[in-house]
C-alpha cells in the first residue's frame, strides 16, 4: 500500500533563518505531488505542485519555493523566513493522470515563525 | 477558472442535529467531486466522493450527491457527533486541470453534547 511521510511535525523557526520540510511517498512511482499551506482559521492553498522529477509549477509567488530530486521526493524550501510563512504545511500526492482519484493527505508540519 | 465555494460556517450543531454543508463549483467539463475532513492537528482525509453526474457518495453517515444541474455537492448527516467535529472540505479534479486538485475553504463544524 502506499504511504506518506512528512517531516518534521513541528517547527520553530526564527525570522530570516532558513527551511527545509521534506515529503516521500512509498509503494507507487510517477506520482503528482503537492505543496498546501494552510493559515490559522484559513482554507487551503495550493503552493506547489509537480508532474515529475524536476518539474515544478508554482501557484503563488512567494518566499518559498520546491524541487523534486527524485521520483517520491518533494522538498519545500525557504532561503529566510518571514513571519507570514508561519502556517500549517500539507504534502499530498495523487496516482498522475486519474481524475477520478482522490489525494493523500502527509500529517502536516506546524511551522511557527518567531 | 475553476473554483469551488462553499459555506465557511462556523457551524455550531448539538449532537443528534441533522448537518447540511453547501458545497457548489464551477468547472471546465465535468469533475470528479471530494469531500475531505480535517480533525484537529491533522491532515487530510478522503470522506467520500463522487465521479459523475448523479453520483452520491457516502460513508459514516455522510452523504453527498453530484449534481450537475446545480453544479452542487451538498455534504449532509442525519445525525451528528461529537466526534464529527472537524473541519470539512469540498474539492474538484476536473480533466483539463487534473493535476491538482482543488479545495473550497473549508467549513468548521464543533458539535456539542
Known amino acids: 500500500s502506499q504511504t506518506i511521510h512528512q517531516w518534521p511535525a513541528t517547527l520553530v523557526q526564527p525570522v530570516g533563518s532558513p527551511l527545509s520540510l521534506e515529503c516521500t511517498v512509498e509503494?507507487?512511482?510517477?506520482?503528482?505531488l503537492y505543496w498546501y499551506r494552510q493559515a490559522a482559521g484559513r482554507g487551503l492553498q495550493l503552493l506547489f505542485y509537480s508532474v515529475g522529477i524536476g518539474q515544478i509549477s508554482s501557484e503563488v509567488p512567494q518566499n518559498l519555493s520546491a524541487s523534486r530530486p527524485q521520483d517520491r521526493q518533494f522538498i519545500l524550501s525557504s532561503k529566510k523566513l518571514l513571519l507570514s510563512d508561519s502556517g500549517f504545511y500539507l504534502c499530498?500526492?495523487?496516482?498522475?493522470?486519474?481524475?477520478?482519484?482522490?489525494?493523500?493527505f502527509g500529517q502536516g508540519t506546524r511551522l511557527t515563525v518567531v | 477558472g475553476d473554483s469551488v465555494t462553499q459555506m465557511e460556517g462556523p457551524v455550531t450543531l448539538s449532537e443528534e442535529a441533522f448537518l447540511t454543508i453547501n458545497c457548489t463549483y464551477t468547472?471546465?467539463?465535468?469533475?470528479?467531486l471530494f469531500w475531505y475532513v480535517q480533525y484537529p492537528g491533522e491532515g487530510l482525509q478522503l470522506l467520500l466522493k463522487a465521479t459523475k453526474a448523479d453520483d452520491k457518495g457516502s460513508n459514516k453517515g455522510f452523504e453527498a450527491t453530484y449534481r450537475k444541474e446545480t453544479t452542487s455537492f451538498h455534504l449532509e448527516k442525519g445525525s451528528v457527533q461529537v466526534s464529527d467535529s472537524a473541519v470539512y472540505f469540498c474539492?474538484?479534479?476536473?480533466?483539463?486541470?487534473?493535476?491538482?486538485?482543488?479545495f473550497g475553504p473549508g467549513t468548521s463544524l464543533s458539535v456539542i453534547p
Open positions: 474539492a474538484l479534479r476536473t480533466r483539463a486541470s487534473y493535476d491538482k486538485v482543488i
Open positions: 499530498a500526492w495523487s496516482p498522475r493522470g486519474q481524475m477520478n482519484t482522490e489525494a493523500f
Open positions: 468547472a471546465t467539463g465535468y469533475p470528479s
Open positions: 509503494g507507487t512511482s510517477n506520482p503528482n
